[in-house]
């Protein structure tokens, strides 16, 4: 056992663990309070308790009797306590308890336990092999017939940090009694010792208001429930450690030794125009838009647009010669998320930029990127070439540009849920202009190939577009030409990359939602800045997940993208799957029978089968006053 400031150990019988660990740790100068259940003259009938009991006491350490282990809160000696590990070896209900009254037992103990555990205490719970029912068992027993200790733990928000071998040979004066509520010891080979930590909190669901200026007037929308913990993270900070970031510049390093990389930060509005979208990404589907209402529409002058970048406004748009003061008054708009458009309606419509390519086509407008073009002074440089530099390293590129333009940051998709779609992710988006002879768009694809061929990632040719495919999450990216320049002698060529994809591939994540984590166990792995091809070590081991159905009539008006938005918000980001299991529609009343089956699942917090349930019920109000469905 590692040295700690506390120890409670509960539900000892002949006290032998706890003076083993004393003998263990008694430089350490660990506080060590044994209990047991019994009262004591029953405790010191057990062989050695009596001597166990002395070494504990001339250890400096403390021994109580009577402690239910389900009511520590309760216990007067331990009220206004914490400890740092609260320790339970081979719970037991005695007897020949079932797999149920003992499961029973090790919720009641968790939930007792949380009371008196520091904050960043450890819960350690031995186990029989085969009992806990996790996959570190082995054999490993049918999950109905097991104890289910991860699941049981996850009713009180804590989440299995570690699975270990119970040490029992560095443990001499140790011995096993309580066999069937005897003074008889049972085997403990091949027992695992279960690693408890407190889970983060789930972060609710709050209306986050943004202020930004687009097209040359403030703007002030709401950000769909459903995405409010998608904004203003700051994952591509000039000195984040977060992965995607990590990613990004082993991309920007691998490409700079080919073409020097200018990369603007992401000072840009969330919010872009319908007419920004119709001047490029025609490939969008548009059904995945999140189209936004706004709060209200301003008058903006230059002077304001100016201020507006240094104030604390959450993200704006830098003015460009596009910008018009315009003569138009205050609108007063109702703030909603919009699930259908008409591009012909009168009045502009907003939404959230499902891709970075309308604002980095805006940064480029009258910029020469041909030739010997030079990094311009508002672009953050990447790579930093200037004058022979820049010429050298377009030579060495076979005559192409001298400059890869870029920029980054979150777009927005209005997807249905399902294990690999992602309502918002890091868009990575790099543009250049190069010779038609070189085949570009199969130049800088063999070059994005050799850099992640290594992590999984190959290439489809689908038309003249290059995609970046890997299993399972299937499309990462793709490579394409936009237009032809300078007489057809040159083409743009872009390259649009999800970075967040990207961080699970290369850091083998178990879920793309460990990214979007508050708990700082997550980032603590990342602090020394680790190369692609570090495994990630999962805080949170084996989580279960807990499938409901949900049934209900809807009218003729039913929208399914508006079911998955709801499922979102409801279950703070927990569904992470939903399938139609069933429809019905009545012949009579126009109405329609829907039957879903959503799978709740979480690798970043402690999701218990009550809470699941807690979820699911949300989702069932949500819809029916939102929908006006009416739930079987």
Known sequence: MSPSRSILLVGEGNFSFSSSVCKLDSESGSNITATCLQHQEEALRHDGAAANIQTIEDSGGSVLFEVDCTKLGECAFLKGRVFDRVVFNFPHCGRKSGVKKNRELLKNFFLSCVEVLAEDGEVHVSLCNGQGGTPADQPKREWHNSWQVSAMAAEAHLILSAVRQFESDNLPSYKSTGYRSQDKGFHVGKALLHVFSRSAPFTPVQIVQMEEVVEGEMVHYNIPAELSDYVSRGFLSSDSIHPVKLVQDFLLEGLGEHWPVSMKRDPFPHLISAKQLQTCCHDLDNLQYYWIHLLQKELTSQAQED???????????????????RSKGTESLQSVCCHDFNLEVEGGLYLLRPSLLPQLEELLINKDISGNAEPQEEIDQSSEVEGSEAEEACDSCNGSSSLLFGISGVVFRSVPIS????????????????????????????????????????????????????????????VFASNTADGNNHVTVSASLNLDLLAVLLFSLPDWRLLWSHDPRFLKQFSLRPPPGTSFQPFSLYPESFSFDISFWTGPAWEEKMFHAIAREASCGTVEQVKLIDTFSHPDLSQTSYCYRLTYHSHTHALSHTQALTFHKELEVLLSSRMQVTVR
Not at 307 to 325: E, G, H, L, M, Y
Not at 439 to 462: D, F, N
Request: glycine share 6%.
């Open 307 to 325: 201020d507006a970048v240094f104030s604390n406004i959450k993200a704006t748009s830098p003015p460009t010669k596009a910008d018009r003061v």
């Open 419 to 478: 294990l690999w779609a992602l309502p918002a992710f890091h868009e990575i988006l790099l543009t250049g202009v190069f010779p038609l002879e070189n085949e570009p768009v199969k130049l800088m694809g063999h070059e994005l190939e050799a850099l992640l061929s290594p992590y999984g990632v190959s290439i489809v040719t689908e038309e003249k577009t290059l995609h970046l495919v890997a299993q399972p999450m299937g499309l990462i990216g793709k």
